[in-house]
């Protein structure tokens, strides 16, 4: 039977409206929000679960049926990681988006998979409390997805990524069981940590159907200061001096030239477009230490070259200046018909000389590139704006970034800080991943889907 009779089964035992199958409607699905480097497929059906229920029978038909499985969130994950490269259907997670609880006491939240991390942020923030991951689309992308990818972002610097909240979930596995992994307390040494297992496997070993997460308490005040440099070499002496003080920052980013003009006439949001770069930092915790920390943090800023210096002077200027940073892929967009975000790390003592290569890679093959990074974190995404559908630059964007990971691999770095593997980075895995640790993930890939029907083809 062919795969789109077998969709005709599954919607038997689903609501009318839970599946589209018609390839008008499925097209979107075949994307996600990376760059279309790997050619996508449009899914044979989008199926729309709504209960662990409908997951369990899904996999157990997929199961029987071998039919491979996407799980999708908001689909804004930037490496191919969603999006569909041979026959298979979408398990998309839109309509599981409930919070199911907030306990407040012990300090925890239990989800569906398809809560936006911005209405799980909401929710916490009403009791006083605080989830900290921040992938700057937080408004759009799920905890589902942000589990799958451990994403993280600004607020990694102090707080960490998805993975440090996971305490545990419901997953169904790939011939459809249910199955618990991990606990709801603050300890948990009882057996292999499977729960984390599933931090950052793609959707390839389990379907996430519930997640329960650790909250934090929200801090009671917050401050953007933005610092400007004439040359990339201060900024990042000046990361280096704040973060080795005993300030504690939160965030630690940093924009490229080119990146805050293209932010600026996106946003009008009066950055100083002269400079060089720029390092916007954040600053929280109680309001008694604010002044005391932020006078000292402008000060080793001041020694280290910055300036000019802004200091946020309420909560409305700091998120001004902090959407405006989150805009910077959708200012990159405008700079051509398409851009290719990367993600690589290096030790941070090496993100100077990391982000100068990049610059250098970039005018070397004549590519537009704006670049932003976590610097705190040693963590740089280059934004190349180009037009795709034109070979030069299709093929200058490839080499650029080949040339980009031999050189983060040689400082000590990695491809891939938070943004995941899926199919845009797979055939780089070998150059950052022991060969004998990619048997030993292949093997347990093998364990739990034996017929690698749960979203193959990404990662290996
Ligand atoms: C403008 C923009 C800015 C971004 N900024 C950041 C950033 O600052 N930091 C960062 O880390 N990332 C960033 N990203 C990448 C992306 O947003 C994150 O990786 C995000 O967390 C993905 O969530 P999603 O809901 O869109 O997941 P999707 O893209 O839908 O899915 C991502 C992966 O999770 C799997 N998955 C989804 N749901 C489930 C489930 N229930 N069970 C099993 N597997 C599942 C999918 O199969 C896929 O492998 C950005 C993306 C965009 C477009």
Redesign the pocket.
Known sequence: MSLKNKTKEIKAFLKNDNILTEKEECYCYAQ??SNIIVPREIPDAVVFAETIEDVKKIMKYAYENEIPV?????????VG??SCNREGIILN?SRMNKIIEIDSVNMIARVQ??VV?GELKKAAEKVGLFFPP????YT???I???I??S????LGFKYG?TKDYVLSMKVVTADGRLMTLGADTSKDSAGYHLAQLMVGS??TL????EATVKLIPKPQSIKAVSAYFDGVEEAMNAVNATISSSIYPAAVDFMDTNAINSVENYTNCNLNTNKACLLLITLDGFESSMELRTDMLCNILRISGATEIKISQSEDEYNSIWNAR?SS??AAARLAPDVVTDDIIVPRKNLAKMANICQNIAAKYGLTMCLIGHAGDGNLHPQIALNLDNDIEFKNCIDARSEMYTEAIKLGGTISA???I?LEKKSYLRSVVDDNAIEYMKMIKKVFDPKNIL?PG?IF
């Open positions: 996600d929000a996407i799980s999708r969130g908001a689909g804004t994950n930037m990681s969603c997670f998979p398809g991390l921040d992938p700057s689309n759009v992308s799920t589902g997805g942000a799958s990818q994403s993280g972002g600004a990524t793609e959707g389990a379907v996430i159907v989150r892929f959708a938070e943004h995941g899926g979203n990404k």
